[in-house]
């Protein structure tokens, strides 16, 4: 099992430095898909990644969704965006 599949089951258990750790991954890698995944099951770090990458393209509908799907600091962002 590689490290990636170590990571990903341990974060599919509910381990949170797991999953923070493969957020990290993630990101560095572009792979926003699994960052959505991770975000979708309640990792914070995902969102912190997932809302720096739309704060910085100015994506308004990107941030409403990461705030949708529960992290509350994309609806911040979205704030002082909108002025």
């Known amino acids: 099992m590689t490290d990636w599949e170590t990571l990903r089951a341990l974060a599919d258990e509910g381990n949170e430095k797991a999953q923070d750790r493969l957020a990290d991954l993630a990101d560095q890698r572009g792979d926003v898909e699994v960052l959505n995944e991770l ?4 990792c914070e770090r995902a969102g912190e990644h ?4 739309a704060a910085a393209a ?8 990461i705030c949708d799907a529960g992290y509350d600091e994309a609806g911040e962002v979205l704030d002082r965006l909108l002025g």
Not at 39 to 42: H, I, M, V
Not at 50 to 53: G, V
Not at 58 to 65: C, G, I, S, T, V
């Open 39 to 42: 975000l979708d099951e309640g």
């Open 50 to 53: 997932l809302t720096r990458r």
């Open 58 to 65: 100015k994506d308004l509908l990107e941030l409403q969704r």
